[in-house]
């Protein structure tokens, strides 16, 4: 029971954690999104595999997945400004 317990204990204070970091990173400005993303995809690519490289994946793709955010409700944003059963205006790129 009472290793049940620490294990909830634990469980908790890691969700509250990255709920910390992702307001955080939330807060970031584009710029500095995308300089902190060239850094961690640099220590990746450079790194052996280790615990290091490990957090830098982590943190890669954490920060990576403020950017499909951003895009997918840029995506919504746009399907509700367009009026309900009208397509969206289409023109030929090439012939």
């Not at 049940?4 to 970091?21: C, H």
């Not at 990173?25 to 584009?30: P, S």
């Not at 919504?76 to 367009?82: E, F, G, N, V, Y």
């Amino acid at each position: 029971m009472e290793k049940w317990i620490r294990r909830e204990e634990i469980r908790f204070m890691i969700l509250e954690s990255i709920e910390r970091i992702a307001d955080r990173v939330l807060d970031l400005e584009e710029t500095d999104l995308n300089t902190l993303l060239n850094h961690f995809k640099t220590r990746m690519e450079q790194g052996e595999i280790n615990p290091a490289w490990e957090r830098a994946v982590i943190a890669y793709f954490l920060i990576n997945g403020v950017r499909v955010k951003n895009a997918l409700k840029q995506g919504r944003m746009l399907r509700q400004r367009q009026p309900q059963g009208q397509y969206p205006q289409l023109r030929l790129v090439k012939a």
